[in-house]
């Protein structure tokens, strides 16, 4: 079965960045919208970006104008460019394929001086 396995979190100071990659076993990424997800805690999930079969994206209010989503259609490999890293953006950040109802395992945010 397709899996989708999420890389790249870690610690960063505020006003950083990071660039998380979310890579599928088998190809997938061309032909379905992908998305990105974070739930921080005492929140609820929360949307973050989304990028379509087109190349068209859209992005929840928290990350408009400094997250960038983009994706490898030939890797099936979607990434989020996270820019001017804030302490609220510090979640669990969550790959998901909504035709598939498919999540990845989650990877960590940490931002902190």
């Known amino acids: 079965q397709v899996q989708l396995v999420e890389s790249g979190g870690g610690l960063v100071q505020p006003g950083g960045s990071l660039r998380l990659s979310c890579t599928a076993s088998r190809r997938i990424g061309v032909s379905d919208t992908m998305a990105w997800y974070r739930q921080a805690p005492g929140k609820q999930r929360e949307f973050v970006a989304a990028i379509y079969p087109n190349g068209a994206t859209k992005y929840g209010d928290s990350a408009k104008d400094r997250f960038t989503i983009s994706r490898d259609r030939t890797k099936s490999a979607v990434s989020l460019q996270m820019n001017s890293l804030k302490p609220d953006d510090a979640a669990v950040y969550y790959c998901?394929?909504?035709?598939?109802?498919?999540w990845g395992q989650g990877t960590q945010i940490t931002v902190s001086s």
């Open positions: 998901n394929v909504p035709r598939l109802e498919l």
